[in-house]
């Protein structure tokens, strides 16, 4: 069965970064693009960017440009999200989804990854 | 492309009809609308694509509908299980979701 698997929660201080991982299985990992949506308390998920598998550049939404970096291990299946110069605004939950496209609808999510950024 | 869904909330008895909106901000193409099931402490599901397509596994009391601006998510025959936060999102132009409706069971 298609699975997203995410790694643990994270605690930062403000003005560091956090690298987060997305172990996907059960599917053929170079024919689904991935995203990355982060979803802050109380309100609607928002997207950040997608890669694709394939190759080429990935692709981020223009308010993450120049502090988020996606990278991905075809050998291990494994999708990465960075994000630097954190601060509190990026308190989120971090999921990644598997896009049924490019910019598509998200069929399958990770169970998400809590980033908590505080001083 | 900005999403506002109304209500806010919404509280319902089980076995009534629950009507859900998603206005858009300007015209997106339907095959570009999806609808999302979020449950407390979970992931969103994926309910509805394409505005009116049922996702796998997803039973027909879900249904939706819409053009142009204006979006509907309906769930006839409501269930105490059916209590979560619903989110549209458009992929027409970019990816935005809405604000969310939260859907009560009495």
């Known amino acids: 069965q298609v699975q997203l698997v995410q790694s643990g929660a994270e605690v930062k201080k403000p003005g560091a970064s956090v690298k987060l991982s997305c172990k996907t299985s059960g599917y053929t990992f170079t024919s689904y693009y991935v995203d990355w949506v982060r979803q802050a308390p109380g309100q609607g998920p928002e997207w950040m960017g997608l890669?694709?598998?394939?190759?080429?550049?990935?692709s981020y939404a223009p308010k993450f440009k120049g502090r988020v970096t996606m990278t991905w291990d075809t050998s291990t299946a494994t999708v990465y999200m960075e994000l630097n110069s954190l601060t509190s605004e990026d308190t989120a939950v971090y999921y990644c989804?598997?896009?049924?496209?490019?910019?598509?609808?998200?069929?399958?999510w990770g169970q998400g990854t809590l980033v908590t950024v505080s001083s | 492309i900005d999403l506002t869904q109304s209500p806010d909330t919404l509280s319902l008895s089980p076995g009534e009809r629950a009507t859900l909106s998603c206005r858009a901000s300007?015209?997106?193409?339907?095959?570009?609308v999806a609808w999302y099931q979020q449950k407390s402490g979970q992931a969103p599901r994926l309910l509805i694509y394409?505005?009116?397509s049922r996702a796998t596994g997803i039973p027909d009391r879900f249904s939706g509908s819409g053009s142009g601006t204006d979006f509907t998510l309906t769930i006839s025959r409501l269930e105490p299980e059916d209590s979560a936060v619903y989110y549209c999102q458009q992929y027409g132009s970019s990816i935005t979701f809405g604000q969310g409706t939260r859907l009560e069971i009495k």
């Open positions: 989804a598997r896009d049924r496209g490019n910019s598509d609808r998200f069929d399958y």
């Open positions: 890669i694709n598998p394939r190759g080429g550049n990935p």
């Open positions: 300007r015209s997106v193409t339907s095959i570009y």
């Open positions: 394409g505005a009116s």
